[in-house]
């Protein structure tokens, strides 16, 4: 890329890294608010809305940047396609707070999830990608490190979330079997465990956007002084 196209391009870039920083918290935060509270729902599908399209930004902005590099091209053309998706799902939260017994809201709201998990996996290859086209050996290794550390916590969420799925369905054992299984408890310890699983991978893919996004920053002011 010649000089001229470059700052224009690091612009693209910091552009969305910055959407994609604050779109993760919000977008967790409305959506977890809109199941459990009242408040966000009198705002309508707008809240989800608005976060996922941050997000929807963001890939997009990424994808401005490098593009003649092949590999993160393909990189972020696979999560703009995610955060497409989550942006079409994203008002079925609101529709499943107001009709929580309706079985098709439920299973949109399943595949936002799922897609939503499957957005943040893909955030990460993206990080990894971009770092190696970035000057900088310790934010490569760092990356490299958590991305690993953030599927291994993802991964666990998932088994965790089928096997009490599985164990919530065994109504037909006998009654001692069940008391020993104290099917409560698991619940109680699923719950807490999918959100330390949940946040922690969120909480370490926001700190590995902004690293990034200070290395490009300290890069261009670096080159002007």
């Given at each position: 890329?010649t000089?001229?196209?470059?700052?224009?391009?690091?612009?693209?870039?910091?552009?969305?890294?910055?959407?994609?920083?604050?779109?993760?918290?919000?977008?967790?935060?409305?959506?977890?608010?809109?199941?459990?509270?009242?408040?966000?729902?009198?705002?309508?599908?707008?809240?989800?809305?608005?976060?996922?399209g941050?997000?929807l930004?963001?890939?997009?902005?990424?994808?401005?940047?490098?593009?003649?590099?092949?590999?993160w091209?393909?990189?972020?053309e696979?999560?703009?396609?995610?955060?497409?998706?989550?942006?079409?799902?994203s008002?079925?939260?609101?529709?499943?707070?107001?009709?929580?017994t309706?079985?098709?809201?439920f299973?949109?709201?399943?595949?936002?999830?799922?897609?939503?998990?499957?957005?943040?996996?893909?955030?990460?290859?993206?990080?990894q990608?971009?770092?190696?086209?970035?000057?900088?050996?310790?934010?490569?290794?760092?990356?490299?490190?958590?991305?690993?550390?953030?599927?291994?916590?993802?991964?666990?969420?998932v088994?965790?979330?089928?096997?009490?799925?599985?164990?919530?369905r065994?109504?037909?054992?006998?009654?001692p079997?069940?008391?020993?299984l104290?099917?409560?408890?698991?619940?109680?310890?699923?719950?807490?465990?999918?959100?330390?699983?949940?946040?922690?991978?969120v909480?370490?893919?926001?700190?590995?956007?902004?690293?990034?996004?200070?290395?490009?920053?300290?890069?261009?002011?670096?080159?002007?002084?």
């Amino acid at each position: 890329m010649t000089s001229p196209d470059l700052l224009p391009s690091l612009r693209h870039l910091v552009r969305g890294l910055t959407a994609t920083f604050w779109g993760l918290p919000s977008t967790l935060l409305v959506c977890v608010l809109m199941a459990v509270a009242e408040f966000p729902r009198a705002l309508g599908c707008a809240p989800p809305l608005i976060t996922t399209g941050l997000l929807l930004l963001g890939a997009f902005e990424l994808a401005r940047f490098q593009p003649q590099e092949r590999a993160w091209q393909t990189a972020t053309e696979r999560a703009q396609l995610l955060a497409l998706v989550n942006f079409g799902l994203s008002p079925f939260v609101y529709f499943w707070s107001r009709v929580p017994t309706e079985a098709y809201y439920f299973q949109a709201v399943l595949a936002l999830a799922v897609t939503g998990l499957l957005f943040l996996l893909q955030l990460n290859h993206v990080l990894q990608r971009l770092v190696a086209l970035l000057p900088d050996e310790t934010l490569r290794e760092d990356t490299r490190f958590f991305t690993r550390l953030n599927l291994t916590l993802m991964l666990l969420g998932v088994v965790l979330v089928g096997g009490w799925h599985l164990l919530a369905r065994l109504n037909y054992l006998p009654q001692p079997v069940l008391e020993a299984l104290d099917l409560g408890s698991v619940a109680r310890i699923r719950f807490a465990l999918v959100v330390v699983l949940v946040l922690l991978p969120v909480s370490v893919t926001m700190s590995l956007v902004w690293k990034a996004r200070d290395v490009v920053l300290g890069s261009v002011f670096g080159a002007r002084v």
